[in-house]
T-cell receptor, first 117, second 112 residues
Framework: AQTVTQSQPEMSVQEAETVTLSCTYDTSENNYYLFWYKQPPSRQMILVIRQEAYKQQNATENRFSVNFQKAAKSFSLKISDSQLGDTAMYFCAFMKSSGGGADGLTFGKGTHLIIQP | AAGVIQSPRHLIKEKRETATLKCYPIPRHDTVYWYQQGPGQDPQFLISFYEKMQSDKGSIPDRFSAQQFSDYHSELNMSSLELGDSALYFC???????????FGSGTRLTVV
């Protein structure tokens, strides 16, 4: 079984600052995917960024980037030039890659990110 | 773009009643997933279906059952409801083996 740990229950930064959310995971799988999902007050689950474990290059999506350290089983999310709309709960998630199956996600407990004006 | 449609958006049931939640995936998506998110909790994976067959199973109670129909929509049936079943229930869809999937807006179930 996999576990995902987010050690920061809540973080608060000023608008335009850069913030990094931490995530570590534990698995015996060799092939897997990692994700960051955002859940704003509307409770909608929104995919922010995703990473395939076999790729060494860190994924980037506009202001969002990850630092994926496979050996350390670490997958942190960096948000640059933070905006008020980034205020949300952020969940780190793990999915094993079973080669064609419909596998479920294992989520961390989440980090509540607050962007202050 | 079409999204994952869930109905109803809100549902209030009494203890021991039965509830049915519906999910309509994004067109051409062949895989459906169900998640339960309790208040202040992370989403918990319940079950998934690919091509109308159960694919993966998580922490779904025996009182719950689900299926995927020929048009790929899915229904989650919940019987003998308990107060602890009060939660936000998400459906998501993807292509099988997809690299990340799209969530619906959820159904908020309140058991009183």
């Amino acid at each position: 079984a996999q576990t995902v740990t987010q050690s920061q229950p809540e973080m608060s930064v000023q608008e335009a600052e850069t913030v990094t959310l931490s995530c570590t995971y534990d698995t015996s799988e060799n092939n897997y995917y990692l994700f960051w999902y955002k859940q704003p007050p509307s409770r909608q689950m929104i995919l922010v960024i995703r990473q395939e474990a076999y790729k060494q290059q860190n994924a980037t999506e506009n202001r969002f980037s990850v630092n994926f350290q496979k050996a350390a089983k670490s997958f942190s999310l960096k948000i640059s030039d933070s905006q008020l709309g980034d205020t949300a709960m952020y969940f780190c998630a793990f999915m094993k890659s079973s080669g064609g199956g419909a596998d479920g996600l294992t989520f961390g407990k989440g980090t509540h990110l607050i962007i202050q004006p | 773009a079409a999204g994952v449609i869930q109905s109803p958006r809100h549902l209030i049931k009494e203890k021991r009643e039965t509830a049915t939640l519906k999910c309509y995936p994004i067109p051409r998506h062949d895989t459906v997933y169900w998640y339960q998110q309790g208040p202040g909790q992370d989403p918990q994976f319940l079950i998934s279906f690919y091509e109308k067959m159960q694919s993966d199973k998580g922490s779904i109670p025996d009182r719950f059952s689900a299926q995927q129909f020929s048009d790929y929509h899915s229904e989650l049936n919940m019987s003998s409801l308990e107060l602890g079943d009060s939660a936000l229930y998400f459906c998501a869809s993807s292509f099988v083996g997809g690299f990340g999937y799209t969530f619906g807006s959820g159904t908020r179930l309140t058991v009183v």
